[in-house]
């Protein structure tokens, strides 16, 4: 199972009328692995753009971008948007 976090808009900083987005993923899984990217999932993202993306594994990586997403949701800053079997 997993969780699919959002940043909603109105917990974004707005500088003259521009707000800021959110691009990069991440996927945590067992605290160990680690996958951070900035592709979306799409078709064009897999045959048609350039995107980048590290999976890491094993070390802290993992637990550190976990503790960090955790802080952040602490304080509400970005909240579920859904969950995904």
């Known amino acids: 199972h997993a969780t699919v ?3 909603p808009r109105d ?3 707005d500088i ?3 707000r800021g987005v959110l ?3 991440a996927v945590i899984k067992d605290e160990i692995e680690l996958l951070i990217t900035s592709a979306n999932l799409t ?3 897999m045959h048609l753009n350039i995107e980048l ?3 890491v594994t094993g070390g802290e990586a993992a637990s550190q971008v976990l503790r960090q997403l955790e802080s952040l949701i602490r304080t ?3 909240g579920a948007a859904s969950r995904v079997p």
């Open 11 to 13: 917990r974004r900083p």
């Open 5 to 7: 976090y959002v940043w």
């Open 43 to 45: 078709g064009n993202a």
């Open 53 to 55: 993306g590290q999976r």
């Open 76 to 78: 509400g800053s970005i």
């Open 23 to 25: 691009h990069a993923k």
């Open 16 to 18: 003259n009328g521009q």
